[in-house]
């Protein structure tokens, strides 16, 4: 019960590592705004206790800004953020990349982040406490891992955790991020049936050390960590959950 009497916001609440989180925050206490842009998933990732459900563009300012009212009008307080909410792109050459595509990644997957930390920030620094965490990606550390708007707003978001944690630490205000690897998820849903289709779900996950996929519940274990006392010292850290992918060169044909 980590959590027992916070609120917690958790932003692309309505399925995969999202729904994940906001599930393990509850069980831990937590008082939760689910927020996503599809709201007909949130009533299923919590169905009970006295939770809030918001639509919302997390791209859109002013629509942050009134998860972030509501939620100080119903508890008066946020003590946690895990900024989830995300959208793929396909991987095209960056030659042949639709620069709307672009406009669109970034906006949900680094401005989303970005306005949540701004807003619940100011909260937070009032408080003179706090812990955001955000969701960014093995794809933000090296490549192959997603196309080249994706994985630029995942590296975005790993620098914008490190300043934004420069700009809040002397309030008491921790930012970290957790970098998933091939988590089965709705995003990841084409590479998974692609496999299952093809025989070949043996493969995925083979690549990394652990020689598995991971699943949504990992990542919010890690994210749950990040976010409680037990990790009260540690701020502008990019966690890498992903079964050891990025402990290694991971060239093909390297492992067997």
Known sequence: MRFQGRVAIVTGAGSGIGRATARRLASEGANVCLVDLNEAGLTESLPEGDHMTMAC???????????????????????????????????????????????????VNLIGVANFIKHAGRVMCDQ????????????????????????????????????????????????????????????TRRVFDYAREHGKEEKLGSRCELRRYGRPEEIAAAICFLASDDASYITGQALPVDGGNTASLNLPGMKV
């Open 128 to 187: 003179g406490h706090g812990a955001i965490v955000n969701t960014a990606s093995v794809a933000g550390i090296r490549s192959g891992a997603g196309g080249n708007a994706y994985s630029a707003s995942k590296a975005g978001v790993v620098n914008l955790t490190q300043t934004a944690a420069c700009d809040l630490g002397g309030f008491n205000v921790r930012v970290n991020a957790v970098c998933p690897g091939l988590i089965e998820t709705g995003m």
């Open 57 to 107: 563009d997390v791209s859109d300012e002013t629509r942050v800004e009134a998860v972030i009212k509501a939620v100080m009008d119903k508890w008066g307080r946020i003590d946690v953020v895990a900024n989830n909410a995300g959208i793929a792109c396909t991987k095209e050459p960056i030659t042949e990349n639709a620069m709307d595509v672009w406009t669109k990644v970034l906006g």
